[in-house]
């Protein structure tokens, strides 16, 4: 799978981060590289970015070439370099960012404004590079860098709906999110190019192309800065890092409004290693899919999907909001916070046993704890069991052999990657569903020894 990492613009993908030419690409990445140096962009000891076989995905990606420790700096990106939507909003008129902010409420997505402003400066360099303006003091020569981008996508809004009928109904809802934000950035973007003359150039026919290409820029290479929350931003070259659940490396910036990015290694790396960004947590692999257009192979824990209504003070409390809690592993296993949620939740028949339950949690009284999860593991198991059945029968849809014979995979070019998540997330929920069965086996084995054992105690009581 690909990263946010580089892309040839020549009839380039995001999902295989390879351009159809590799001499068009290694021309390109050579072009990015001397731009980069040249802004005082720079790279730890033996860090490279490259093509690789070894790289995720076989195609460019940023390497290491000697054994190194961790903490020390694998990049530094001056501040100047960095595309902030601070920035971008602090250069408009408080008239033309009332008129975003207004726009953006109206749609009820104004929590997503520093992405908009972070499009407009992207469609700043666009404009800065493609007329051939030239004003040092507001735009920055990024050519080298915009013509490594993509130019078509992989991510969710670009789906047909053969792809689309393939999705989970989590990868639905955030498909329907996608395209309410890049709805909404529409709508926002043309009430603000009436206040705007520097944005008017962009009104032609293709303007529409313009905003979604843009917009996908942003949502699959920016990240919020760690030392502002409210500031998106996109970094050049450390966007050429490509994803690994268990990255090697982290982000760091200053306290500071106008210090440098850094990143840093998390962990001693040998030689020859791919050195590797989390795009955030892999226990939802649908939010690859549709934000990024990728589908995690490596990972190891997926969100359980169970959901309680309106949960409790004390439900929250035992983990069940919290979606790095509420895991099933590949190999079958069920986090501790699934167990305690659920137990609790059945406990709801017998309120004086799930008041027991919550303070023995509280209180830290394990015999208390386990003893009620031994009186329960049946009932507890057994919902489990219905919930991964119910799952498998409404979600993870893969064709049968005969629906995909009909099915011209070329003209679907994304229906693989959905289909081979989709395959995944079945795995885990049939391995998940089997260990539930054995528990549950084990579980009417020990109960009907119970009443037999009640039983031979009665009658030799009678007798």
């Known amino acids: 799978f690909p990263g946010k990492g580089f892309v040839n613009p020549a009839a380039s993908t995001a999902s295989s981060a390879i351009a159809t030419s590799n001499s068009a690409r290694d021309d390109a990445l050579k072009s ?81 404004a520093s992405e908009f402003f972070l499009m407009l400066r992207v469609l700043e360099v666009y404009v800065a590079h493609k007329t051939g303006i030239e004003d040092a003091d507001e735009y920055d020569d990024f050519g080298p860098w915009l013509e490594s981008l993509p130019t078509t996508f992989d991510m969710g809004i670009y789906f047909d709906s053969t792809e689309r009928s393939y999705l989970p109904q989590l990868a639905a809802k955030l498909l329907d999110l996608q395209e309410r934000q890049l709805a909404a950035f529409r709508k926002a973007f043309s009430a603000l190019v009436d206040q705007e003359e520097r944005y008017q150039v962009l009104t032609s026919s293709d303007k529409d192309d313009i905003v979604k290409w843009a917009f996908s820029i942003v949502f699959s290479r920016s990240w919020r800065s760690p030392s502002n929350p409210d500031d998106a931003r996109i970094v050049p070259i450390a966007d050429c890092f490509n994803h690994g659940d268990s990255a090697n490396v982290i982000v760091e910036e200053p306290e500071g409004a106008y210090g440098p990015t850094e990143v840093l290694l998390k962990s001693d790396v040998d030689k020859d290693t791919e050195l590797l960004l989390s795009y955030g947590p892999g226990y939802d692999p649908s939010r690859f899919l549709v934000i990024f257009g990728f589908y995690d192979e490596t990972v190891e824990e997926v969100f359980c999907g169970v959901a309680i209504n309106g949960p409790s003070d004390e439900q929250i409390e035992l983990g069940c909001t919290d979606r790095s809690k509420m895991i099933y592993r590949s190999d079958g296993a069920i986090a501790n916070s699934v167990w305690d949620t659920v137990l609790y939740t059945t406990l709801s028949q017998v309120p004086e046993e799930q008041q027991l339950f919550f303070e023995a949690y509280k209180s830290g009284d394990a015999e208390q704890f386990q003893a009620l999860h031994r009186k329960y593991r049946l009932e507890v198991a057994a919902a489990l069991r219905n919930h991964a059945e119910q799952v498998l029968a409404t979600e993870y849809r893969v064709p049968s052999d005969k629906e995909l014979a009909s099915i011209n995979i070329k003209e679907h070019r994304r229906l693989n990657m959905i289909l081979r998540h989709n395959r995944f997330m079945r795995r885990v929920f049939e391995t998940v569903k089997a260990r539930l069965e054995q528990i549950i086996s084990m579980e009417v084995d020990k109960r009907r020894k119970l009443m037999q054992e009640e039983e031979e105690e009665d009658a030799s009581s009678d007798s």
């Open 32 to 112: 990015l590289l001397e731009w980069s140096a040249k802004n005082s962009i720079s790279r730890g000891k033996g860090v490279t970015v490259s093509p690789s076989s070894k790289n995720v995905g076989g195609g460019v990606g940023v390497r290491i070439n000697r054994k190194t420790k961790a903490g020390s700096e694998v990049m530094r990106i001056p501040y100047n370099m960095i595309l902030s939507s601070r920035e971008l909003q602090l250069d408009l008129s408080e008239e033309a960012s009332d008129v975003v902010l207004n726009s953006l409420k109206e749609d009820g997505l104004d929590t997503y």
